[in-house]
T-cell receptor
Framework: LAKTTQPISMDSYEGQEVNITCSHN???????ITWYQQFPSQGPRFIIQ?????VTNEVASLFIPADRKSSTLSLPRVSLSDTAVYYC???????????WGAGTKLIIKP | NAGVMQNPRHLVRRRGQEARLRCSPM?????VYWYRQLPEEGLKFMVY????????ESGMPKERFSAEFPKEGPSILRIQQVVRGDSAAYFC??????????????FGPGTRLTVL
């Protein structure tokens, strides 16, 4: 299973765009990249998943360069309620033992 | 359309007692995962079950821990003779298929176990 590396923490301000980058140098050909969000005292929640290039949904965008060794989660115009821990995970259909790192603790300030 | 339900939300046990954690997956989901989370850490995989089958329990300690997902009723994570080191948040997730990492996992609110 590919290991991922993310910044431990990030700060930003309301209304800003936030980009969180995840490194996964050993990503395999069939691996997908998935991001989850976790609020304190809650279970994680799926945000977005992608394989290559760019994926966008109503919550975020995911940018994946051609070599796929990294990915960037982009949150447009964040609000205080986006304060949470964000996890980047990598795996394919056969990987149900997802490896969760410590994630990135994002703090949004007024 | 109810999400994943876990109960109890908080559980306090004394050392040596048994803890029984329950998880009801989302309607239509037959795949259940259990995770453990310590403060300021990521989730650690414990076990993956399908209805009436344990598919992978390699993340679960061999002693004192067991899990089941019967044909009827919730999935149960059972911890016998609890020790202080078992204190953690235990999360259950469900998915509609066995797509591994490509499947969205839907998480419950967790059970916070405190061992005195």
């Amino acid at each position: 299973l590919a290991k991922t590396t993310q910044p431990i923490s990030m700060d930003s301000y309301e209304g800003q765009e936030v980009n969180i980058t995840c490194s996964h140098n050993n990503i395999a050909t069939n691996d997908y990249i998935t991001w989850y969000q976790q609020f304190p005292s809650q279970g994680p929640r799926f945000i977005i998943q992608g394989y290559k290039t760019k994926v966008t949904n109503e919550v975020a965008s995911l940018f994946i360069p051609a070599d796929r060794k990294s990915s960037t989660l982009s949150l447009p115009r964040v609000s205080l309620s986006d304060t949470a821990v964000y996890y980047c995970l990598v795996g394919d259909k056969g990987n149900y033992q997802l490896i969760w790192g410590a994630g990135t603790k994002l703090i949004i300030k007024p | 359309n109810a999400g994943v339900m876990q109960n109890p939300r908080h559980l306090v046990r004394r050392r040596g007692q048994e803890a029984r954690l329950r998880c009801s997956p989302m309607k239509g989901h037959s795949h259940v995962y259990w995770y453990r989370q310590l403060p300021e850490e990521g989730l650690k995989f414990m076990v993956y079950l399908q209805k009436e089958n344990i598919i992978d329990e390699s993340g679960m300690p061999k002693e004192r821990f067991s899990a089941e997902f019967p044909k009827e009723g919730p999935s149960i994570l059972r911890i016998q003779q609890v020790v202080r080191g078992d204190s953690a948040a235990y999360f259950c997730a469900s998915s509609p298929s066995s797509g591994g990492a490509t499947d969205t996992q839907y998480f419950g609110p967790g059970t916070r176990l405190t061992v005195l």
